[in-house]
């Protein structure tokens, strides 16, 4: 059962243009959910995250719009670069009774942002 | 770079070879994370450790044993394994599991069983 829910699986936008990956959960008991970027051979890195309160959170050029009712999240990217070209991955995350996190990522979006 | 250094980078072992994979992290956390990312299948949690001590097992077969001696080291012990798991194996780590703490990844190591 995949708990996170990502698409679309790829995307092509043209340079300047606003990249757009929608998420959405099931779990209720997430309470963080961050959005990790990933190039080719490196492990994944995050790029920005917010939590269930607050219905969006902007740095520079990335935002998080989030939807608790709807359970429902994604990612906008202004003003594309071709350096943004990388797969992307949402997450959801919860505390572990023990200690530790477990984070639940979606399939991943891979973008290409074109000259 | 990250802080968290994995080794080898890549590995090709055969279905009854016994290898081992290493992490390291020099960000002073106490949670290690071992996950497996899989082509077209989202990045999935294999094991947790915090303070040494295993919090999580994701239901992962036994053919899979991680060590954790100390918050800074992490290994994961491969024996008789199979062509399907064949994967991107990342090590990540993040401060003490309260809700919002970053999870800082290592590049991985990629895998083959033969």
């Known amino acids: 059962q995949q708990q996170v829910k990502q698409s679309p699986q790829s995307l092509i936008v043209q340079k300047g243009g606003i990249s757009i990956i929608n998420c959405a959960y099931e779990n209720t008991a997430f309470d963080y959910f961050p959005w990790y970027q990933q190039f080719p051979g490196k492990g994944p890195a995050l790029l920005i995250a917010i939590r269930p309160d607050v219905s969006e959170k902007k740095e520079g050029r990335f935002t998080i719009s989030f939807n608790k009712s709807a359970k429902q999240f994604s990612l906008h990217i202004m003003d594309s670069q071709p350096g943004d070209s990388a797969t992307y991955f949402c997450?959801?995350?919860?505390?572990?009774?023990?200690?530790?996190?477990?984070?639940?990522f979606g399939t991943g979006t891979q973008l290409k942002v074109e000259l | 770079e990250t802080g968290v250094t994995q080794t080898p980078r890549h590995l090709v072992m055969g279905m009854t070879n016994k290898k081992s994979l290493k992490c390291e992290q020099h960000?002073?956390?106490?949670?290690m994370y071992w996950y497996k990312q899989s082509a077209k299948k989202p990045l999935e949690l294999m094991f947790v450790y915090n303070f040494k001590e295993q919090t999580e097992n994701n239901s992962v077969p036994s053919r899979f044993s991680p060590e954790c001696p100390n918050s800074s080291h992490l290994f994961l012990h491969l024996h008789t394994l199979q062509p399907e798991d064949s994967a991107l194996y990342l090590c990540?780590?993040?401060?003490?599991?309260?809700?919002?703490?970053?999870?800082?990844f290592g590049q991985g190591t990629r895998l083959t069983v033969v």
């Open positions: 997450a959801a995350s919860t505390i572990l009774t023990g200690g530790g996190n477990k984070l639940t």
């Open positions: 990540a780590s993040s401060q003490d599991g309260y809700s919002g703490t970053e999870a800082f």
């Open positions: 960000l002073g956390h106490n949670a």
